[in-house]
């Protein structure tokens, strides 16, 4: 069985009457990079600070590689690096001097301190950028030597809140390469949060949909698409030709021939266009069976449930079409 770094269940955060996270159950494996995504307000921050065990929850458990967040913070937190929200540097010192000053932070030498910062500038690639004063970085480049300040401890877990915000596409893409080639060749667990869906999902091995405190699905894509939108993800869009559409009787045969496909669960007319619903991908049989009968294929259109759907129902929406 893959071991479970992040071990978190019935976790429960309120302030007040308000319950910023509900019962949460989730667990993050080894290596796994987890995006924990959500529209703002959802609770993702809170849940982060919980797993640090810098906020103490209400109800429920965390546990990281097995230690308690909650009574051992001190220990979850030389295992974990942090890369909050806003991160902040001494602006007058250079890239390499706030890394080195962390590197001294945790218990190293100077000349330890700043071998490892030069190696670690190198690895985020900022190293033409080392001794240029903090203050005068790019939001790109704190983001980068804000991953190189996390790794100086040699993390087994990296959690980021919302590490992505405020960066240029290109950045973005950078960032999410950096942070997977991390996990991949050194096997460190990341988890962390966005609300940018579609961004983050390529690097992602699962993500969570994280909305007003509760997870609603996890999984990568496909899964999660299931989860929320049925057992049916696949939706096929035929354009009905003129001649059927003004005869009830071609109509019913073409719905019938496409019924006949196997694989075709339903078929519904709406708008001038078939509605296909099938079990599996069967779009080559649906145009192959409607050319054969000797109707015109004049349109079909896949639309497979996925981000799209995801992201306007739950994002766009500000959640509110549970
Ligand atoms: P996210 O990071 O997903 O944007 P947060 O975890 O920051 O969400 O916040 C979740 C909800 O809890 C929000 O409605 C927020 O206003 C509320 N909240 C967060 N921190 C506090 C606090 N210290 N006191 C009161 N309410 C809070
Ligand atoms: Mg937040």
């Given at each position: 069985?893959?071991?479970?770094?992040?071990?978190?269940?019935?976790?429960?955060?309120?302030?007040?009457?308000?319950?910023?996270?509900?019962?949460?159950?989730?667990?993050?494996?080894?290596?796994?990079?987890?995006?924990?995504?959500?529209?703002?307000?959802?609770?993702k921050s809170?849940?982060i600070?919980?797993?640090?065990?810098?906020?103490?929850?209400?109800?429920?458990?965390?546990?990281?590689?097995?230690?308690?967040?909650?009574?051992?913070?001190?220990?979850?937190?030389?295992?974990?690096?942090?890369l909050p929200e806003d991160v902040?540097?001494?602006?007058?010192?250079?890239?390499?001097?706030?890394?080195?000053?962390?590197?001294?932070?945790?218990?190293?030498?100077?000349?330890?301190?700043?071998?490892?910062?030069?190696?670690?500038?190198?690895?985020?690639?900022?190293?033409?950028?080392?001794?240029?004063?903090?203050?005068?970085?790019?939001?790109?480049?704190?983001?980068?030597?804000g991953?190189?300040?996390?790794?100086?401890?040699?993390?087994?877990?990296?959690?980021l809140d919302e590490p992505?915000l405020g960066?240029?596409?290109?950045?973005?893409?950078?960032?999410?390469?950096?942070?997977?080639?991390?996990?991949?060749?050194?096997?460190?667990?990341?988890?962390?949060s966005?609300?940018?869906?579609?961004?983050?999902?390529?690097?992602?091995?699962?993500?969570?949909?994280?909305?007003?405190?509760?997870?609603?699905?996890?999984?990568?894509?496909?899964?999660?698409?299931?989860?929320?939108?049925?057992?049916?993800?696949?939706?096929?869009?035929?354009?009905?030709?003129?001649?059927?559409?003004?005869?009830?009787?071609?109509?019913?045969?073409?719905?019938?021939?496409?019924?006949?496909?196997?694989?075709?669960?339903?078929?519904?007319?709406?708008?001038?266009?078939?509605?296909?619903?099938?079990?599996?991908?069967?779009?080559?049989?649906?145009?192959?069976?409607?050319?054969?009968?000797?109707?015109?294929?004049?349109?079909?259109?896949?639309?497979?449930?996925?981000?799209?759907?995801?992201?306007?129902?739950?994002?766009?929406?500000?959640?509110?079409?549970?």
């Amino acid at each position: 069985m893959a071991e479970n770094v992040i071990q978190i269940s019935g976790l429960t955060k309120k302030y007040g009457e308000f319950t910023a996270v509900d019962h949460l159950d989730l667990s993050v494996e080894k290596g796994e990079i987890f995006g924990l995504l959500g529209p703002n307000g959802a609770g993702k921050s809170t849940t982060i600070l919980m797993i640090l065990g810098l906020t103490e929850p209400d109800e429920g458990t965390v546990r990281v590689s097995g230690i308690d967040s909650i009574s051992k913070p001190v220990e979850v937190k030389k295992i974990v690096g942090y890369l909050p929200e806003d991160v902040g540097f001494y602006d007058r010192y250079s890239g390499l001097e706030n890394l080195a000053f962390t590197g001294r932070l945790n218990g190293m030498t100077e000349t330890e301190a700043i071998k490892k910062a030069k190696l670690l500038l190198k690895r985020v690639g900022l190293e033409e950028n080392s001794e240029k004063k903090t203050g005068n970085y790019s939001r790109g480049m704190r983001q980068r030597l804000g991953l190189a300040d996390v790794l100086i401890k040699d993390p087994e877990v990296i959690i980021l809140d919302e590490p992505i915000l405020g960066l240029d596409p290109y950045g973005v893409k950078e960032f999410l390469e950096m942070i997977a080639g991390l996990s991949r060749e050194e096997g460190i667990t990341v988890l962390f949060s966005s609300h940018h869906l579609y961004q983050v999902q390529q690097v992602c091995d699962r993500v969570g949909l994280f909305v007003r405190g509760k997870l609603l699905a996890d999984g990568d894509i496909n899964t999660l698409s299931r989860k929320l939108f049925g057992s049916s993800p696949y939706l096929v869009e035929v354009g009905i030709p003129v001649q059927v559409a003004g005869d009830p009787d071609k109509l019913k045969n073409m719905t019938r021939v496409l019924l006949d496909v196997e694989g075709v669960l339903t078929v519904e007319e709406k708008d001038n266009k078939l509605y296909v619903e099938c079990s599996h991908e069967v779009t080559a049989d649906i145009s192959r069976a409607i050319v054969r009968s000797g109707f015109e294929l004049i349109y079909l259109n896949k639309r497979e449930y996925g981000l799209d759907d995801i992201y306007y129902r739950y994002f766009e929406g500000g959640a509110d079409h549970e």
